[in-house]
């Protein structure tokens, strides 16, 4: 299996450097999305740009390669290292491993931040071995970035730890059956996603009776004065780190303007809930948490 | 909504687990039978759809009080005659098959979520003004201005002392409802009555004053 994911991350590394460069600047290119053959397709947003349905995916995956091998220095740079304590709070918020060993996915966690500190959280708290965690991208660079860290670690060639190559919104039922998982994460991914309500109706097929879905993105400030502060930082600074630290601009640009696209917290609350799930009440400390202000939320539902 | 259902499903189970994150994930058993599960809702569930730690608790316990006030409400007034008396001895019933995990429950409920002050005794007084307002409005009270007022403390007072009552001395709550009822009608009618005798010398003061030509 190993083996295979190595050919495949090879395979897609190769093509996608090829096609990068005319990719990102299409989706910057307005014209090209608003001639008259397009008009009868279906479009969604790619950051605060109009694309159609189809074009997304692709799009979405030649970011990540983009950014593939730079994404944790950059996540690092861009959130002064904040993101790794959401990523912890998100984790300890779901205490794996508290009432035994737990089947987990996660979803769109090619490098492997959710799924080591799950196993760690099991293992460090609750003396938790059998909780295993199967890692899903739609990009391989992010798996092998994933497969690469985890080399390091004790769960390396366990069954703690897998890694598949997936599209979010089709999970293949050959693989991922329905009724299978215990837990299902899915952390700053889902926005970056063609059609949310096709994902959570996956997470909705995957997950057992009683399983729950937890989902850690950015979202929507409620202070207005943390609100312009931040907006300040985003649109000037990180898309400059961008071309500072990773030599791409309009990645980081990109980053910035699908996090203003992301619905706000109780938008995004309904949708869970139209997908089948249950959710707390529709405030902050129910149905989502945020952290601080709002900047990342954490999104829970329940299979009932 | 799904988690109102579930903490419906959870009221019954007080009885056997108390006021515990246990009761709540049971709750999924209890559903009707192509929905129910074969097994407790895992922690993260509960976790997810009613709060993590203690806030899960605390919202079974207000969904519990909630549940009190609406059993108030069922009560038909006009056909059964029943008094302010009998309306809260009917609640401090309600009390009684969970007696035994209240004083827990109470306890929770005065901690803060902060840590400051060390005594929240806000959600205690809630409760007891609560059911003082409820058992006013559907015994159909028509006093105003400051009896309104007046009348609900004295009742929130009267609940809370029974209540108390009732955790250590779960047998004799009723009568001491009953004996505290009749002191405070007493009361009411002494304080009327000082009123009425201050007033009765105001105007005597007024006639005074007014027929020695001072004003």
């Known amino acids: 299996m190993q083996h295979n994911l190595c050919r495949q991350t090879l395979r897609l590394s190769f093509s996608s450097r090829s096609s990068l460069r005319p990719c990102i600047r299409l989706a910057h290119s307005d014209a090209q999305f608003t001639s008259a053959p397009q008009q009868q397709t279906r479009t969604t947003a790619f950051g605060f740009k109009t694309v159609p349905e189809d074009a997304k995916e692709s799009m979405v995956k030649e970011v990540f390669d983009s950014v593939a091998s730079n994404y944790d220095l950059m996540n690092d740079a861009t959130s002064f290292g904040v993101h790794r304590l959401w990523k912890d709070t998100f984790v300890s918020s779901l205490k794996p491993g508290r009432k035994g060993p737990l089947r987990c996915i996660d979803v769109g966690g090619g490098t492997g931040d959710i799924a080591l500190r799950i196993l760690d959280y099991a293992k460090d708290n609750h003396y938790d071995r059998e909780t295993a965690v199967e890692v899903v991208d739609i990009n391989a660079q992010m798996l092998k970035e994933g497969f690469k860290r985890f080399k390091s670690t004790m769960y390396h060639n366990t069954p703690q730890i897998s890694f598949h190559e997936a599209n979010a919104q089709s999970l293949p039922p050959s693989q991922f059956s329905d009724n299978s998982y215990d837990l299902y994460t899915i952390a700053f991914c889902i926005r970056n996603c063609t059609s949310i309500p096709e994902v959570l109706k996956e997470a909705h097929r995957v997950l057992k009776p009683g399983g729950t879905f937890a989902c850690l993105e950015f979202s929507q400030v409620g202070n207005p004065f943390l609100s312009s502060l931040y907006d300040q930082y985003s649109f000037t600074m990180i898309p400059l780190l961008g071309t500072i630290l990773a030599g791409d601009r309009d990645s980081y640009q990109y980053l910035v303007e699908s996090i203003r696209k992301f619905p706000p917290q109780p938008e995004f609350a309904r949708m869970i809930r139209d997908a089948g799930f249950s959710t707390g009440k529709d405030v902050d400390g129910g149905a989502w948490t945020d952290l601080w202000g709002g900047i990342a939320s954490i999104h829970t539902g329940v299979k009932v | ?215």
């Open chain 2, 1 to 215: 909504m799904q988690q109102t259902r579930l903490l419906k499903l959870a009221l019954p189970l007080v009885r056997t687990h108390g006021f515990t994150r246990e009761a709540l994930a049971r709750s999924v058993l209890q559903l009707p039978a192509p929905k129910a599960h074969t097994d407790p809702l895992p922690d993260a569930a509960v976790s997810a759809l009613f709060g993590s730690g203690d806030q899960a608790r605390k919202t079974l316990i207000d969904a519990w009080l909630t549940e009190g006030i609406r059993q108030l409400q069922l009560v038909d007034v006009k056909a059964s005659g029943a008094t302010v008396r009998e309306l809260l001895r009917a609640r401090l019933a309600y009390n009684e098959p969970v007696l035994g995990y209240l004083p827990e429950a109470f306890a929770l409920m005065a901690s803060p979520v902060s840590g400051s002050p060390p005594l929240d005794p806000m959600p205690a007084l809630k409760h007891a003004t609560g059911i003082a307002d409820e058992v006013c409005y559907i015994s159909g009270d028509a006093s105003l201005q400051l009896a309104w007022y007046t009348r609900r403390a004295s009742l929130a007072a009267i609940y809370m002392a029974a209540e108390l009552h009732q955790l250590s001395s779960p047998k004799t709550a009723y009568a001491f409802l009953d004996s505290l009822f009749e002191s405070s009608s007493s009361l009411e009618s002494t304080l009327g009555e000082v009123s009425l005798f201050s007033n009765y010398i105001t105007k005597s003061w007024k006639g005074i004053i007014k027929s020695s030509g001072i004003l």
